[in-house]
């Protein structure tokens, strides 16, 4: 069964700060892998979706890698802002089923 | 619509009772996924629709649990005999169908049914 981590758990920094959030996955049989951010009481907004045949995907200051061979996906977030505190989460994407990692609490200090 | 939405947004129910949850997708998304997350808890994986269809009903919890899409648009979810630890959100997603070489495409969430059982 795929086990999908996310490290840290949750992460507090300065307004300005460049950070990567972690995700690693145990199955690399995956056809995708999605990031999501989720505020308090409320849905999920998506953020950035890579296929298994990429590498990377690129939105504004968001940019999200792919290593199938590693089991490995970082979200990389350019000059954060206070509105980017959010909880982040991680899903891949099996054969006809999806597994999300339980998310880092990000936190941005004005 | 514009968005995937659900209805109830909230529902309270006794221990025993039987509650169904509705699911409205994006129009044109043939793709429609329902997952809970428990308090505290991340995500769980329910189960998927293309069309009408579920492929694998496997992560449904138990057979209290059961969900149904007819017309490849709506779906409900519906639980028998709720039991407190049924309570949680309910959330609901969609998308365009699958690609050719298989790969999912951007799933987009409604804002869930938070489900409590007194």
């Known amino acids: 069964k795929q086990e999908v981590t996310q490290i840290p758990a949750a992460l507090s920094v300065p307004e300005g700060e460049n950070l990567v959030l972690n995700c690693s996955f145990t199955?690399?049989?995956?056809?995708?892998l999605q990031w999501f951010r989720q505020d308090p009481g409320k849905g999920l907004t998506s953020l950035l979706l890579?296929?298994?045949?990429?590498r990377e995907q690129t939105s504004g200051r968001l940019n999200a890698s792919l290593d199938k061979s590693s089991g490995r996906s970082t979200l990389y977030i350019a000059a954060s802002q206070p509105g980017d505190s959010a909880t982040y989460l991680c899903?891949?994407?099996?054969?006809?089923?999806?597994?999300f990692g339980s998310g880092t609490k990000l936190n941005v200090k004005p | 619509g514009a968005g995937v939405s659900q209805s109830p947004s909230n529902k309270v129910t006794e221990k025993g009772k039987d509650v169904e949850l509705r699911c409205d997708p994006i129009?044109?998304?043939?793709?429609l996924y329902w997952y809970r997350q428990s308090l505290g808890q991340g995500l769980e994986f329910l189960i998927y629709?293309?069309?009408?269809?579920?492929?694998?009903k496997s992560g449904l919890p138990s057979d209290r649990f059961s969900a149904e899409r007819t017309g490849g648009s709506v779906s409900t979810l519906t639980i028998q005999r709720t039991q407190q630890e049924d309570s949680a959100v309910y959330l609901c997603?969609?998308?365009?169908?699958?690609?050719?070489?298989?790969?999912?495409?951007?799933?987009?969430f409604g804002p869930g049914t938070r489900l409590t059982v007194l």
């Open positions: 129009s044109g998304h043939t793709a």
């Open positions: 199955d690399s049989a995956i056809y995708n």
């Open positions: 899903a891949a994407y099996n054969f006809n089923k999806f597994y």
């Open positions: 997603a969609s998308s365009l169908p699958r690609g050719l070489a298989g790969e999912y495409n951007e799933q987009f």
């Open positions: 629709f293309q069309g009408n269809s579920a492929p694998d």
């Open positions: 890579i296929q298994s045949s990429q």
